[in-house]
């Protein structure tokens, strides 16, 4: 669906053309030689500056016989200032891509061919890669529920790129840029089906199947296993429910003399609350708690795709719904986690936790993982504090930290760190059991945090607080209303740049 092309751009028999265009303050927009004279007038009358996303459709048939390109429709795209950042330059790509697939759709185009802009400010693998992901995932689109409808803009079918640089440097840009983007993309697919499909069972067998396709084990802990190994967390939270809990665990090894980072995710496929029950208005979105799973689970199909040979990589998917009901856990019962830690539940809305918590504990025994990061629509808190359009960010080691937040910041996915500390954690003492697990309103993102940071012990871990980003993230061009498919291309980004944490 995307690829690169070695055809030269007037011949092109598709359906659109594009070109790209460069801001240049009030003066006449930068852009391709051959497209100056299209630009220009459009430009003088006021119409185009080439501001990030703006766009321009012009029509061969309107040009000379001599100029006229073979596609019937050309479409410019501005990508706004020249920018010095390479974060940002990235962006500014992506944005633009997913401004073409919008366009694309809109004018019903099945194959669309893509010029690149000459760009001195970024490498050429970079710039096709940032704009294969702008065009991956603003082509995405989730429609499997409704009936056919002829009127509906189906998705692009066909992405061609090209450009005056290197067709190799391209190839290897379309290619690192199409497998997260179509990673982000099934991980939108998984958070969009609803609570009755995408079930514990799902996370299961999408682990099973990246099991035979690529070079990963997949293990899956069922129910009566974790009772034989005292997982009280994940089957305290499932206690209401009709549908077995299950702990994914994908691993990858590349060489055992590697580092080892372990990917945690929340997998909760359905969050009523329990017993402390939600209220009905937008309950419908905790269909969406699973997005830590899927951000965890798609990194892993890239990572299977790519057998990167620098690190390890072990993911664990605790997948469960949380429900009410006569078997369910219920406020002030007490559990005992993966290791003998025991919890006072205050609350059983506060589930994520404790299924991480007997993820964490457990892979951190099991596998030893030099590095930890965990993933998860943990709470509300996060969306109060840091909007839909940062990730919160907690760690006990600065130099995970750093390398999280300059993967997101590459990614077009910021993170915000917040702050641990005994402080926090002393608002999760209990009368009667070693911890409980709510800390009171006050700082609830980060006492969330504090009670993973019980299970973790010293090893290096941070954990990303998805919760308001996961979904209704930042408008963008290439970023739809809905699930986000955040923090997947983060991972992917952490993991591509991975080395010891110390030397
Ligand atoms: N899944 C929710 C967090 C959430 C809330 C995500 C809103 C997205 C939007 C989580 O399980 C939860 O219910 N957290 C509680 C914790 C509280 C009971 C301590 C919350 O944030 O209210
Ligand atoms: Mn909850
Ligand atoms: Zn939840």
New binding site residues.
Partial sequence: MISVTGKRPENFKGDLLVYCAIQHKDKMPLCEEGIKKLVKPAWKSGDFKAKPGETIFLYSDLLGHAAKPACPRILIVGLGERKENIDEVREQLRLAGGTVAGAARKCRARKVLVVLPQMKEILVADKAEAMSEGLVLGNYSFDCYKKEDKDRPSPVRNFYLTGSDSATSLRLGVKRGRTTALAACRARDMANEPGNFWTPEKFAEFGKDLGKKYAIKCRVIEKAAMKKLGMGGILAVNQGSASPPKLVILEYISNTKNPTLMLVG?G?TF?S?GV?L?PAA?ME??K??MCGGAAVITAMQAVGQEQPNNVNVIALIPATD?MSGGAAVKPGDIITHFGGKTSEI??T?????LILADALAYGIKKYKPDAVVDL????????IGLGHHKTGLLANDDTLAARLLSAGESAGEPLWRLPLGPEYSKQLESKVADIK????RPA??I??AAYLQEFVGKTPWAHCDI??T??GFTEKSYVPKGPSGIATRTLVTLIRNWKPLKK
């Fill in positions: 929340k909760l969050d609350g402390s939600k937008g979105d905790m969406y708690d949380n205050i609350n809305d506060a589930e994520g936790r998860a629509t943990l709470t509300g808190a996060v969306i697990n709510t800390g009171g609830g993102t006492t969330a919760a308001g996961a979904w």
